[in-house]
């Protein structure tokens, strides 16, 4: 049965259904049967794909399958009476539709013909498919039916792979670490330790969710601050969001993320607290800088806006009509600009930290979105961990899910919210941007990056489908109530995590997420990396005994004089200038230097290096595409490259020990690559499926889009002004 | 010799470096005395295409040059005096008024008489046709234009179809703007479609030629395969049907049997010329915010020409390949647009173009022997500006971009590229010299300069591409052509902006990771 995944059942379907591939023709439609489950919409079909040789699959979806997390929005026409119809959550449909338009939230569009299927089942399927992937609650998602089921039934697991156990780190078979999760004390301790920051503590006040409903259970605080103090200040910050720790540079300074104060009268009072005890907690006692992220950077409606016309650009207006204005059309979306000022913004604070050796506490009115973003890609730029599959993952744990960026909303699963924004795709295009520009610097391949971005999307992952960890155990500990689940000890149920990739993905198909040029440049000595020693400065870590009693040496007194949180100085106006010059002198300096992959790396940020990521954002459009071509071509080079060093060095080993161990021979087998080579020196055709969208395929879907005269774009949510009032007339 | 010039870096808008300008016959050299490292620039006088004194600054009198590869520096001289001197010496170095002051007769690599002649018999074009296929029961090598009494801009020797006679061959040329008629560029050994190139027609309104129509009858019938041809103007309609007025123009369809007529839009050489100024002042702009840049490389219009000129080149690829039918291309004159859309084509459907050897023959054959006319596209001697157009750089940036779309299908790297588009401008080598083969002969360079591949071919190992997946893993390339697939090339017109470019060099690394390869090779050999 297609429909493997625990709790999944089919709740109606049709047969004899078309999928188009083309509008003018239909000379290569597939015909198939079209099924709505509780978890997505597939089409089966037993018409081969015309194109599609490579076995590259998702363990939970088929080829033209769906989640329904990921529907944006359902459109039924029917042709003869000219009718058709945006379909909402319990909407009636007056006609029978002899089409179905499904717009996807990862620019895909697919598109069915009902000819010669019965009038009443396709019209039950299109309204099915409207009424699950627009859940009024919550707990309608799939994931927990699927979690209730699992609970029910502890025996059954899906892919043989127990959910509960969340963890789930390793992607390949190399690799058994576990991504930390940041849900427990010791997580954070850990990363206390492993940031050599000594002057911060794991608090523990929030435990049970006591103070803050939209904070994780355990975080990191300045040592000097005491609970009592800082459960007395949580009143006056928004969401009663204390400051959050997130990372300590080697050189002491600290990245802390704090919402807006909202009482006034304390405004100033409790900011000088929090600062003062960051400084305190700073080895050189240096002052706090702060950034206003809401003043410096889009907001979340000006990115929501800029997305929409992106997808308007990449999938939906036909390209002749871009053809001559292409460059002002992707201008006009901002999408890049936005790019620009979060890589920008970032790499200044990494100025201040790396430079002026600062703490840096990121301000932001709930503290929420763009210090999500902001946080990690400072963290990426600064710790080459984070530029590690764990290491990234372990980092949106801590920075997105834990501190509670509403997922929920901001993806919008339940199709209601006003909040929706791409923040965190946002978030994967800037470190896109770097990976494209320090290729080598990182663990994974842009793949990763994607197929992360769509993970998103699969209602099944606990990861990200809630706004905050207590919005999952309050939501699933209801549930279970509801369901008689015990839970015992546990607070809440446990979903499957979305970093356990062996329940999407075979492990040689986890492969393709390694980057085959981390090994070239290390000359095949270093697996791993690691983060660099040298960056530490041991004698920043120990504190002079005169700084320990609060006299601040001259010396000492530098890094103070040019921070720039010194307002109340007179001569503030002159060194922000001077600032700025030295920030435009250390970004000078550091690029006129050689790159060190495992220390910080800093972004080009001028126009002709930000660029739009084309696997994400064209995957699906067929016209895009390069057959035999794309980036992919010069990846599957690298990876036979890296497997020929590899197969080399293994056979040297294997001489130098005399082949005295057979243990090598399993060795032998085991390759790091996706892409193996058959012996050395293999110069045979690259395979023929290799295209610029690989490893998503666009065959099979729409081309040359537009219906009844009208472009298929005017659909879409963004002209939904033109929704209430052209289609009206239409509408049933 | 002037002392204490400063050189201002525009990207990084550094303290000003302070050192010594030299004028050599050759070069203009500058050598930095306040670095650490002596650190020197050198800029050919032929690759520098204007000198600009900009108003008396504080620190003293600025120089602006701007160079052919897109080098620009900016000096600061002390003295009113010296500025004016070097201003006026660059002036005239730049810009020779005779042939003979050009850099390749006085360009002296120590190299014997024997190794120069073996040079340039580095590239024969006659080894590319046979391996066409050349002479066959359709095609033939003649020496019809030994004498050039045929056109004075094609080489002695050209392939024309067997069953065209001298009568036609020489009727043809009366009728062709200046005598350059239908000749062989490239034929698709798997099914005979040819790739044929010539000048327009003097067809004015009503003007027919009846050799001319045998001529292409004849190119028609040497492909028995396909029952018609294409024949392709490469000019907007527009600019076609005004050089009617002229006599010229386009052919009727209804002179010529089966021939189906197409129209490609590429623009001429004077809207390529202002289309790069404007892109390089885009490029000029300092740290351009997103938008600027991106409106401002619209409005260039610089790679909306490139699309021209590559969708040009891939509708050639498929009328030959898919459609098996002959194609004739003519532009004008058909040494601009048709020498861009003819190489350009060959590249796509054979990949022996893709290796180094490949692609200097296609340069030499499309290019250098068939009267692309370098010396006065790229200024070489003091002449009309208006001649000047960056013809070849657009066609080597349309190579750079199929290099994008397909990494792992060129034998050589940008670096490649960008050696050869520097060599155009320097006259440090007899190649590019001169407009034609036959002025080439006059110049004697065969005798007195020496040839630019056998240089290259010394720097193979950095000039390879490490992607390369050997000559047989490709066969066509079919180049998506989409607006968005084109991008813009930082390494050609940013190039000496260090700042402009990605902090990491992937193709570095994989050039060490290669010779890495071959060293664990050569270790597990001798193990062996």
Redesign the interface.
Known sequence: SPFSVLGEIVVNEVNFVRKCIATDTSQYDLWGKLVCTNFKISFITDDPMPLQKFHYKNLLLGEHDVPLTCIEQIVTVNDTKRKQKVLGPNQKLKFNPTELIIYCKDFRIVRFRFDEAGPESAKKVCLAIAHYSQPTDLQLLFAFEYVGEIYHNPAKKVNGIDPGGGGGGGIGSASGQQTPLFETYSDWDREIKRTGASEWRVCSVNEGYMISTCLPEYFVVPSSLADQDLKLYSYSFIGRRMPLWSWNHPNGSALVRMANIKDVLQQRRIDQRICNAITRSHPLRSDVYKSDLDKCLPSIQEIQAAHIKLKQLCVNEP?EE???????S??NTHW??YI?SFLKHSAELVYMMECKHVSVVLQEEEGRDLSCLAASLIQVMLDPYFRTIVGFQSLIQKEWVMAGYQFLDRCNHLKRSDKESPLFLMFLDCVWQLL??????FEFSEMYLTILYDSARISLFGTFLFNCPHQRVKESTEFAISKNIQLGDEKGLRFPCVWDWSLQFTSRDRLLFHNP?VP??Q??AVKTFKRSKKNYSSTLRGVPPALKNGIISEQEFLPRRNSLILKLKPDFLQQTESQSNSM?QYF?DW?AKP?D?HGV??P?I???????W?LCY?RWVP?????????I??F???SL??D??DM??R??RQ?KSNSSLQGSCSELDQSRMYFRANS?ND????PDFLS?SFPFSPVGNLCRRSILGTPLSKFLSGAKIWLSTETLANED | QVENVKLLDRYTNRKAANGTLYLTATHLIYVDASAEVRKETWILHHHIATVEKLPLTTAGYPLLIHCKNFHMAHFVIGQERDCHEVYTSLLKLSQPVKPEELYAFSYNPKMSKENREIGWKLIDLKVDYQRMGIPNDYWEITDVNKDYEVCNTYPPEIVVPKAANKAVVIGSSRFRSRGRIPVLSYLYKENNAAICRCSQPLSGFSARCLEDEQMLQAIREANPGSPFMYVVDTRPKLNAMANRAAGKGYENEDNYDNIRFKFIGIENIHVMRNSLQKLLEVCETKSPSMSDFLTGLENSGWLRHIKAVMDAGVFLAKAVKDEKASVLVHCSDGWDRTAQVCSLASLLLDPFYRTFKGFMILIEKEWIAMGHKFSHRCGHLDGDPKEVSPVFTQFVECVWQLMQQFPCTFEFNERFLLEIHDHVYSCQFGNFLGTCHKEREDLKIFEKTHSLWPFLLQKKQELRNPLYRGFTAYKELQPNTLPFSFQFWCGMYNRFDKGMHPKQCVLDHLLSCVSQKMKLEDNASELE
Do not use: D, M
């Open positions: 390209f871009t053809e001559e204005k292409w460059l002002s992707l201008e890049l600009e620009r494209e520009q320090y290729p080598a610097a040029l070239c440049v000359n095949g435009e000078r690029f790159v992959l790396i800093l080009r001028s126009g002709t290096q930000i660029k739009l084309k064209f016209e895009a595409q390069i057959n035999h071509g794309g980036f071509t010069a599957h080079k690298v490259l890296a020929e060093v080399l060095n056979s040297l001489y050395l110069t045979s055709a690259a610029s």
